[in-house]
């Protein structure tokens, strides 16, 4: 034991300092070894700048779009107005014109309900309402442009975002073709230790280099979401418009998720999810210059939303935040009455209070572009991309305090719409095949919901995205 | 001190002059440190090369109040002991040889040149050579040993032995006459 520490000591002393000067073309190596990291860091640092902004542009491609349809809106208020601002005086002076509702002719006949200062709708004298029909109007030509400019809009980004996909495709291609050169010319000179060597060493880099290959991640999600409704309407919609309740909700998604892996980087990902969207709204609280507001007791709860009945179907319509509410019929427990400044029965008001709740249901088809930031068993990915959304659900609910019936369903929603999404990704390897994934996302809705041209119904929505995907 | 921070700056900086002078302030020892870690001259050279790349791409996370010397002495030994893990990974070398004990004594080690002790170091088989290194010149004890290569400590512990073994046989099969013949002239 001894001898061996003086054994030890011996190498040890002879050794541990031991200075030898290594080769003079060392150096040279060294330093464009050094700079060509600091150009790999770069580059990297350029890539990711690159990927997030052709990201954010895809997105900034969006909220361009939703002011450019805004402006296009804005153009058909200023058509309007001048109608708008006509018909108060037109109504005083001939019939008293109704406050327009949903645009369509309207027949007046049977009486509706009573109240205090109700009278038969039968004594008013049949009004048509051909004025008014903004409620079905299609926007004009300028507004084609702009869906037009969308869709070029849209493609840029995603045209560069795939021209960097091939590039990084083509030079992984070409390096691993040059090393399978070079190993083969290699092989005969070696001895067999370094021969079997090598072996281990191209079975690693085969095992490597199939990993790195296109691979498949499925898996499912589950979502609540905030959604914020973000809407306008033209001023004489609005003047005749439901109250919204509430600007904001939050809803249960979620769906399955189809992943395919171009590279260690990039993937692309699509997959079918279900989204849902509300909106509240109630008939009280606005008293913008009516008569009957001049009239109510002060401090009184205060109800005057317009409805505008069919006589012969006996439908009611009324104009709400997102869009016109199309009644199967006058709900049960609702109380109506004529207006004072009009008495036709197209101004029918409903003067009892009541909530009516709009749900809308879509399934999305996503092409997202996912771009990993982080690669290592807790992954970060940055995602960014476009839904097809089909509206598979679209119910209106009346809440008049003695439960929720089903009541009609909200006219002119578009059947396919598109929305834009931006998500930052959390994976974490739970096994080599399995991982959990955590994404909050932010999606926009590029074009309004509703077809209406009074209406802009926009909503973006706020979703963080838990789930579990399957790799192979 | 403060040439060194300077130094060290313009390194992190990307200035090439800087990062000559820090190759040249440590290239002989570390040089030194890869060549007993490596089987041969070329070797220690790539090890060399790769870890001065990983000093210069690293050096903004050396922390001033350490001792850059046995920071870039660590670096270089991760890059020898990467290397080994790599080659040998899926075929380790184990203890398939039993050495019959030599008669031996230290005296001959102690006229050896460090150049013929180095070279009978990168004749040892990669881990004996790498246990003999960290335990014996490094000082590192066996547990850490055992963490850093991730074998056990009895593994670490009998390759050290083994490695003694093959040493002191070397030793007496080249340098025995240098024991002989001083014994005949004392």
Known sequence: ?????????????????????????????????????????????????????????????????????????????????????????????????????????????????????????????????????????????????????????????????????????????????????????????????????????????????????????????????????????????????????????????????????????????????????????????????????????????????????????????????????????????????????????????????????????????PLYLRYTLIDSRFDVEMMGGFSSNLLVGNQTFMDSGEGKTRVGRTKDMEALNYSGTLGLGFRYGLSKHISLNLEPRIKYYLNSLNSNSSVDFKPYSVGIFTGLSYEF | MEDFKTIISECIAGNPKAQAKLYQQFAPKMFGVCLRYAKDATEAEDNLQEGFIKVFSNLNAFRNDGSLEGWIRRIMINVSLEKIRKQHLLYPVEDVSIYDSVNFSDDVVAKMAAEDLMKLIQELPPRYRLVFNLYVIEGMSHQEIAEEMSITQGTSKSNLARAREILKKKVVENFGELNAHNNYTA
């Open chain 1, 1 to 365: 034991m001894k001898k061996d520490k003086n054994l030890d000591e011996l190498f040890r002393d002879k050794l541990l300092n031991y200075e030898q000067e290594p080769p003079a073309y060392l150096l040279e190596n060294i330093l464009a070894g050094a700079a060509g990291v600091r150009r790999k860091k770069k580059i990297m640092i350029w890539r990711v700048a690159g990927v997030a902004a052709a990201l954010l542009l895809a997105f900034v491609a969006g909220w361009q779009l939703n002011t450019a349809d805004r402006e296009g809106l804005g153009l058909q208020v200023v058509v309007n107005e001048p109608q708008g601002t006509e018909a108060p005086d037109l109504a005083g002076k001939k019939t008293g014109a109704a406050p327009s509702v949903a645009g369509s002719e309207q027949l007046a006949s049977g009486q509706v309900s009573s109240g205090d200062r109700l009278r038969p709708i039968q004594d008013t004298p049949a009004v048509k309402n051909e004025k008014f029909t903004a409620g079905t109007e299609r926007l004009p030509a300028g507004y084609i442009q702009v869906a037009s400019n969308e869709e070029s809009g849209l493609l840029k980004p995603l045209k560069s975002i795939l021209g960097l996909i091939s590039q990084d495709k083509e030079s992984v291609l070409v390096l691993q073709e040059k090393k399978r050169e070079e190993v083969s010319d290699e092989v005969e000179e070696k001895t067999i230790d370094q021969q079997i060597m090598e072996m281990n060493h191209q079975m690693m880099v085969a095992q490597n280099g199939k990993e790195k290959k296109g691979r498949w991640l499925v898996g499912g999600q589950v979502a609540p979401a905030y959604n914020v409704n973000k809407t306008s309407q033209s001023e004489q919609y609005a003047n005749n418009m439901l109250s919204s309740s509430s600007d904001a909700q939050v809803e249960l998604g979620g769906g399955v998720s189809v992943e395919y892996k171009t590279n260690k980087r990039w993937s692309i990902q699509s997959g079918v999810y279900y989204s849902g969207l509300g909106q509240k709204s109630g008939n009280t609280g606005y008293s913008g210059g009516r008569k009957e507001y001049a009239f109510s007791d002060q401090g009184a709860a205060y109800f005057n939303a317009s409805a505008n009945i069919d006589a012969r179907t006996s439908n009611m319509m009324m104009n709400s935040a997102s869009g016109v509410i199309e009644f199967s019929g006058i709900p049960s427990g609702i109380v109506l009455g004529t207006s004072i400044e009009d008495k036709s029965l197209s101004s029918a008001v409903v003067v009892s209070e009541a909530q009516f709740i709009q749900n809308f249901e879509y399934i999305e088809i």
